[in-house]
């Protein structure tokens, strides 16, 4: 599967963005989606999941109650919603697709995703 992502910017602190990941190349309800990010000098963490079906979803500590992972199997896409964004939150932001059914800490590991998008860079000015 293909993934491509979009809707990364510049906003101010407090603000919001949406970014989209539209997959292609295979039949995209038989992936679980996740999101990831990478800040400068860091290391990739964990962001959000949603399964398969879209009724069940995992979010890192650091962005609940602020984002939401969604996903739309009909038109081939998954979706982050950033509110009350922070300059913390300021990476490239990764869509990946995992063939495999996830369960509990496997949500978060990004060794269990197959493929990866190519990133939308997300800066969060103070």
């Known amino acids: 599967v293909q993934l491509q992502a979009s809707g990364g910017g510049l906003v101010q602190a407090g603000g919001s963005l949406r970014l989209s990941c539209a997959a292609s190349?295979?039949?995209?309800?038989?992936?679980?989606m996740g999101w990831f990010r990478q800040a400068p000098g860091k290391e990739r963490e964990f962001v959000a999941a949603?399964?398969?079906?879209?009724?069940?979803?995992y979010n890192a500590d650091s962005v609940k109650g602020r984002f939401t992972i969604s996903r739309d199997n009909a038109k081939n896409t998954v979706y982050l919603q950033m509110n009350s964004l922070k300059p913390e939150d300021t990476a490239v932001y990764y869509c990946?697709?995992?063939?495999?059914?996830?369960?509990?800490?496997?949500?978060?590991?990004?060794?269990?995703?197959?493929?990866w998008g190519q990133g939308t860079q997300v800066t969060v000015s103070s």
């Open positions: 990946a697709a995992a063939r495999k059914f996830l369960a509990g800490s496997s949500w978060s590991s990004s060794r269990e995703y197959d493929y």
């Open positions: 190349g295979d039949t995209f309800s038989r992936y679980t």
């Open positions: 949603v399964s398969r079906s879209g009724g069940s979803t």
